[in-house]
């Protein structure tokens, strides 16, 4: 049927990262004909994939836990599920280079006990903290699990001032806290919210034994959130226009709406908008909001990444993260680049067997701000030796290559007092809704807010236009 012909109610959603896409997905799932706008030249919003050289590259690390129920959603509804598997069971391994006996490799597990002993062995066994430390987060950990994150009274407490008052050490925080902390809130203890941080962990650890296990994409970002997602678009009926920025969002008559894009002014009765919460601002309408500068208000926090090429195998695991080092957590990403592989026991490290490919390692750095405009060279120099200090096999490796790809604007800011700023996915104009990891969605910026948020959205704008949803967000994975 043409579009000309075609009266069913018309959607239109501004934006086609995660939030973008699984709005269109779930309104096009429920009978609504649906155009998904994109300004870039591809889908996927920050978590995607660029060529370089021979690797396919992600702009950065991306991870999610068992307990991002709305991103496996996503993943089973693009047909992705089997490219970005979950651990069977949590295992980390984090190596401090500063332990007075040389670097130590320790491991945080679970078993399968109930919830909290399915932590307890692994606590027990943790080399990086005392018996007394160990303690004291076990009694942290029970105060944690009695926090209400939908209490706003946590918005207004840092993390930090927190786990000081419950007898966290510094040695405690750097250890375990911020090792997950800083990854899920891209934020140290004390310049993050206690309500995120009450949330991240009681959902992660304390909810169910496999909530925390990880999950990464074994392919590049680009291929879960772009190709995939544009066939399962296209499979849907969402007509998708890339490269079409919306210059405007206007209202059209009772109820309508209209949304322009260079040569074309689109008509819907709802849109989404699912763009950068600056972005959004500039879209909406006057008095479309309660606080009307409170999304120029809500600030943004960078990650860095930084990618480095061996010409030989320099790591045998597919992660690990670090303490008393700058460097935060190193995932091998040389079979998900396609860097080719030299045989079946992985890259080549030795001439004559075949061809030496060696490996890619991707640093993800959160919480950033004091390096993120640091000059490459600068950062080669600082970051090379400490590579060389966590794995002793890059002491005589070459560096193919070196380069940091940077997210100036990676998250918003989880600083306290910022949970206020974060408006939800209605505003004060019927029919327009706002979507992204920056709304209330009650999770930090993670692709798994980024998808809940499209998800609300667009239940919400079916609500309004008296059609049934598919279904609920707690029965979609």
């Known amino acids: 049927m043409s579009e000309q012909t075609d009266r069913r109610r018309h959607a239109v959603v501004v934006g086609g990262g995660l939030a973008g896409t699984a709005a269109a997905l779930r309104l096009a799932d429920s009978g609504l004909r649906v155009t998904l706008l994109e300004g870039r030249p591809r889908l996927g919003g920050l978590a995607f994939s660029f060529r370089r050289g021979e690797l396919t590259v992600d702009n950065g690390q991306h991870v999610y836990l068992r307990c991002c129920t709305a991103y496996r ?69 029970l105060a944690l699990k009695k926090l209400d994150p939908a209490d706003p009274a946590l918005d207004t407490q840092d993390f930090g001032s927190w786990l000081a008052r419950h007898g966290q050490s510094p040695r405690t925080v750097e250890a375990l806290w911020d090792l ?22 009681r959902t992660g650890l304390l909810s169910e034994p496999g909530a925390a296990d990880i999950g990464w994409a074994r392919v590049p970002l680009g291929e879960l959130h772009d190709t995939l997602a544009g066939r399962a678009l296209a499979a849907a009926g969402v007509r998708v226009e890339t490269r079409a920025k919306a210059t405007a969002v206007l209202p059209n008559g009772p109820g309508g709406w209209s949304v322009d894009i260079p040569g074309e002014r689109i008509d819907a009765d709802t849109v989404v908008l699912a763009v950068p919460q600056r ?13 009307p500068g409170a999304l120029l208000e809500l600030g943004t926090a960078p990650i860095l990444n930084i990618h480095v090429l061996y010409d030989r195998r320099v790591l045998r695991q597919p992660f690990f993260t670090a303490l008393g080092s700058p460097v935060q957590w190193v995932f091998d990403r040389t079979d998900a680049s396609g860097l080719s592989r030299g045989g079946p026991e992985g890259p080549s490290d030795k001439g004559g067997g075949g061809r030496r490919v060696g490996q890619y390692l991707a640093l993800s750095q959160s919480a950033a701000r004091e390096e993120i405009d640091a000059p490459v060279a600068e950062l080669r120099e600082r970051y090379l030796p400490e590579l060389q200090r966590l794995l002793p096999a890059a002491r005589g490796a070459q560096v193919r290559d ?17 949970g206020r700023l974060r408006p939800g996915a209605r505003t004060r104009a019927p029919g327009l809704l706002l979507a992204g990891a920056w709304t209330a969605t009650g999770w930090p910026a993670t692709m798994e807010g980024a998808v809940r948020s499209g998800l609300t959205a667009a239940d919400a704008a079916l609500t309004a236009l008296g059609r049934p949803r598919v279904r609920p967000l707690e029965e979609a994975a």
């Open 73 to 141: 959603w996503f993943l089973d509804r693009v047909g992705g599920a089997d490219l970005a598997p979950l651990q069977d069971r949590l295992d980390v391994p984090v190596l401090d280079v500063a332990h007075p006996r040389g670097p130590r490799l320790g491991r945080l597990r679970r078993t399968a006990l109930p919830v909290p002993l399915h932590l307890a062995a692994g606590l027990a066994g943790y080399p990086h903290l005392s018996p007394a430390e160990r303690l004291s987060v076990a009694r942290a950990g």
């Open 180 to 201: 997950v902390g800083v990854a899920t809130l891209n934020a140290p203890a004390p310049a993050a919210s206690l309500q995120l941080a009450a949330m991240v962990f």
């Open 279 to 291: 972005e959004a601002h500039g879209l909406l309408p006057d008095g479309a909001l309660d606080q």
């Open 402 to 418: 070196f380069f940091v790809t940077r997210e100036r604007t990676a998250t918003f800011d989880p600083a306290p007092g910022n």
